[in-house]
């Protein structure tokens, strides 16, 4: 059974910092990118970074840039994502995934290019 528990969330005052872990099992984690999603009230869900655990490249979106860390721990199928400088609009529900590597190394950190879900962290930031 394929499964990816989000851990970590909470409330945090602005300017603070969190970390996210997802833990992974179930399948074969070094063929999978692993990513971090947000969902906000009313807003779809977009993603914030991703990390293949092949070759450990990473991608982050704009609003993520400098502020935020992802990390993976092989050994233990874990994934974090370090979350400082935080702001009132990071708020929202924070979501693990996993996609499947193509065979020339590339995954698509987008909602699409996921094949696994977690069931979500809520992390609400005040002002």
């Known amino acids: 059974e394929v499964q990816l528990v989000e851990s970590g969330g909470g409330l945090v005052q602005a300017g603070g910092s969190l970390r996210l872990s997802c833990a992974a099992s179930?399948?074969?984690?070094?063929?999978?990118?692993i990513g971090w999603f947000r969902q906000a009230p009313g807003k779809e869900r977009e993603g914030v970074s991703c990390?293949?655990?092949?070759?450990?490249?990473?991608y982050y979106a704009d609003s993520a840039k400098g502020r935020f860390t992802i990390s993976s721990d092989n050994a233990k199928n874990t994934v974090y994502l370090q979350m400082n400088s935080l702001k009132p609009e990071d708020t929202a529900v924070y979501y693990c995934?996993?996609?499947?590597?193509?065979?020339?190394?590339?995954?698509?950190?987008?909602?699409?290019?996921?094949?696994?879900w977690g069931k979500g962290t809520l992390v609400t930031v005040s002002s």
């Open positions: 995934a996993a996609g499947r590597i193509d065979y020339s190394g590339r995954y698509y950190c987008k909602v699409g290019g996921m094949d696994y």
């Open positions: 179930g399948f074969p984690f070094d063929d999978y990118a």
């Open positions: 990390i293949s655990s092949s070759d450990g490249s990473t």
